[in-house]
């Protein structure tokens, strides 16, 4: 099992739904949590950054789990510019390094 | 706006010649990391560092190759001699310490023919 699951996409949507990701992780001792998204050929790029119960930022909330182990991203009034691969981190803490998910891809369609 | 620079931003190469990609990370920041991501695998860590020291880098394959940091200002990472497996798209990433978000430079994409 990887230490950090995601939905496997890909999601297809129209223009103003809204759409929901899912993120698992395994190991109980993570500290902090992210959302990135990826743009084809370009870098991840850091969408949210996700603590204690979770945030909100416009369009986009995050919620975090942490007895289930569980953190959400959702996405409201959906844009064709939200088409992206959607990136969860988790970062297993005492100085260690982030663990990415695989990714879940979004086509936000017209 | 400060941004990860990354040279070169693209490298064909031989198999067998060595590749040398460079990474600046965002001034005051003290973690860097260098990544390969390729269709098959994601991202993958290949090396870690704070303050300069490297605290892991047991996704690089060792034996071809290396990562340092000679200063705060520059990352370097690499591959000798270059395989054509070693093709992909090296991203360097860097942050303000343990636990803090990270920031992606547009990577390197290598291509070993």
């Known amino acids: 099992r990887k230490e950090v699951e995601q939905d496997p996409g890909p999601f297809n949507v129209p223009e103003g739904a809204t759409v929901a990701f899912n993120c698992t992780y395994s190991n109980s001792a993570s500290q902090s949590f992210f959302w990135y998204r990826q743009d084809c050929r370009k870098e991840p790029k850091l969408l949210m950054s996700v603590y204690s119960s979770g945030n909100e930022d416009g369009r986009f909330t995050a919620q975090l789990n942490r007895a289930s182990q569980y953190i959400s991203l959702l996405i409201r009034d959906s844009k064709l510019s939200d088409s992206a691969t959607y990136l969860c981190?988790?970062?297993?803490?005492?100085?260690?390094?982030?663990?990415f998910g695989p990714g879940t891809r979004l086509s936000v369609l017209p | 706006d400060a941004r990860v620079t990354q040279t070169p931003r693209h490298k064909v190469t031989e198999m067998g010649q060595e590749v040398t990609m460079r990474c600046q990370p965002i001034l005051g920041h003290n973690t860097v990391f260098w990544y390969r991501q390729t269709m098959m695998q994601g991202l993958e860590l290949l090396a870690y560092f704070r303050n300069r020291a490297p605290l892991d880098d047991s996704g690089m394959p060792k034996d071809r190759f290396s990562a340092e940091m000679p200063d705060a200002t520059l990352a370097t990472l690499k591959i000798q001699p270059s395989e054509p497996r070693d093709s992909a798209v090296y991203f360097c990433a860097s942050g303000r310490g343990a636990g803090y978000e990270q920031y992606f430079g547009p990577g390197t994409r290598l291509t070993v023919t």
């Open positions: 981190v988790v970062n297993r803490g005492n100085g260690q390094n982030f663990v």
